[in-house]
């Protein structure tokens, strides 16, 4: 089965810095990424998400990378604020069979220092 | 976004009893929803598919019999945590995809389920 690893399982960053956070794949049929946000007490929030026949994707302030050959994915947020604090999944869909079935990555818990 | 929904959000039962807990899609029609559970600081696991109309898909490991789930409509399903132990005590989420998209995820809020 998939199986999807997140880094790093923290970090820290001040108000206005980027904030990158990276996740690898193992199954190569997967072929849908997406990242969630989960504040505390909540249930995970979609931010952005990526296909597999798209290599960047663009929101604001939040971008999604995709290197299809190296298996890796990435989330960039540039100029971070206090309310980007908190924990960010990525995750991967394997398609076909696996109807909507996601592996997720173990976590990021992002502090914005103001 | 699509909007889900779940209730209870917060429930305490006492050790043997059974629990259910609602997952709506509010906005849209989900002939499938999925069922997390997800501890203190770590990762979403997913428990089970639930199939409207047929027999839910669990994932190895989870006890068809102990997590009952329904899905009767295309807007509702429900889990049922039968005669619940302090080790169900848990955060419980589900999902559903939306948007002709088999594979765009929205979540609900959650329900916490403490068993004493």
């Known amino acids: 089965g998939e199986n999807v690893e997140q880094h790093p399982s923290t970090l820290s960053v001040q108000e206005g810095d980027s904030a990158v956070i990276k996740c690898t794949y193992s199954?190569?049929?997967?072929?849908?990424f997406p990242w969630y946000k989960q504040e505390l007490g909540k249930g995970p929030q979609l931010i952005i998400d990526?296909?597999?026949?798209?290599g960047e994707k663009k929101d604001q302030r939040i971008a999604v990378t995709l290197n299809k050959t190296a298996k890796h994915f990435s989330l960039h947020i540039t100029e971070t604020q206090p309310e980007d604090s908190a924990v960010y999944f990525c995750?991967?869909?394997?398609?076909?069979?696996?109807?909507?079935?996601?592996?997720f990555g173990q976590g990021t818990i992002l502090t914005v220092h103001p | 976004g699509a909007v889900v929904s779940q209730h209870p959000s917060r429930v305490i039962c006492k050790s043997g009893t059974s629990v259910k807990i609602e997952c709506r899609s509010l906005?849209?029609?989900?002939?499938?929803m999925f069922w997390y559970r997800q501890f203190p600081k770590q990762s979403l696991m997913l428990m089970a598919t639930?199939?409207?109309?047929?027999?839910?898909?669990?994932e190895q490991g989870v006890e068809k019999d102990k997590f009952l789930i329904n899905h009767a409509s295309l807007t509702l399903s429900t889990l049922t945590v039968t005669s619940a132990h302090p080790e169900d005590s848990s955060f419980y989420i589900c999902?559903?995809?939306?948007?002709?998209?088999?594979?765009?995820?929205?979540f609900g809020p959650g329900t916490r389920l403490t068993v004493l």
């Open positions: 999902s559903a995809p939306s948007g002709g998209s088999t594979d765009t995820q929205y």
């Open positions: 199954d190569s049929a997967s072929n849908y």
């Open positions: 990526i296909r597999s026949n798209v």
């Open positions: 995750a991967a869909h394997a398609g076909g069979t696996s109807y909507g079935k996601l592996t």
């Open positions: 906005d849209f029609q989900a002939t499938t």
């Open positions: 639930s199939n409207e109309g047929s027999k839910a898909t669990y």
